[in-house]
Nanobody, 125 residues
Framework: QVQLVESGGGLVQAGGSLRLSCAAS????????MGWFRQAPGKAREFVAS????????YYADSVKGRFTISRDNAKNTVYLQIISLKPEDTAVYYC??????????????????WGHGTQVSVSS
């Protein structure tokens, strides 16, 4: 059974930082693109960042560029999202996703096949 399990969320003050992790089990995604999405209360899920199979290519939503960094460790079958300079508008549930079809960065949620259950990030002002 394939599982993606996110961790690292929490309540932080504005300006703080967090590192989210997403550990995959049940199959390896070392040849596949992975990504992070988020969903704020009352809003649709939105793309945050994606990383290619090798980690050589990354892509970010404009709203997080310069503050979010996606990375991966294929030996650990894990993808990370480092977040700095957190803002209250970053408050959301953050989801990890994996694609079985694409090796390069992927933006569209429909191109991801596996999803985690999410980790809550709350930023206080």
């Amino acid at each position: 059974q394939v599982q993606l399990v996110e961790s690292g969320g929490g309540l932080v003050q504005a300006g703080g930082s967090l590192r989210l992790s997403c550990a995959a089990s049940g199959r390896t995604f070392s040849s596949n693109a992975m990504g992070w999405f988020r969903q704020a209360p009352g809003k649709a899920r939105e793309f945050v960042a994606s990383i290619s199979w090798s980690g050589g290519s990354t892509y970010y939503a404009d709203s997080v560029k310069g503050r979010f960094t996606i990375s991966r460790d294929n030996a650990k079958n894990t993808v990370y999202l480092q977040i700095i300079s957190l803002k209250p508008e970053d408050t959301a549930v953050y989801y990890c996703a994996a694609s079985t079809l694409f090796r390069t960065v992927v933006v569209a949620a429909g191109n991801y096949d596996y999803w985690g259950h999410g980790t809550q990030v709350s930023v206080s002002s």
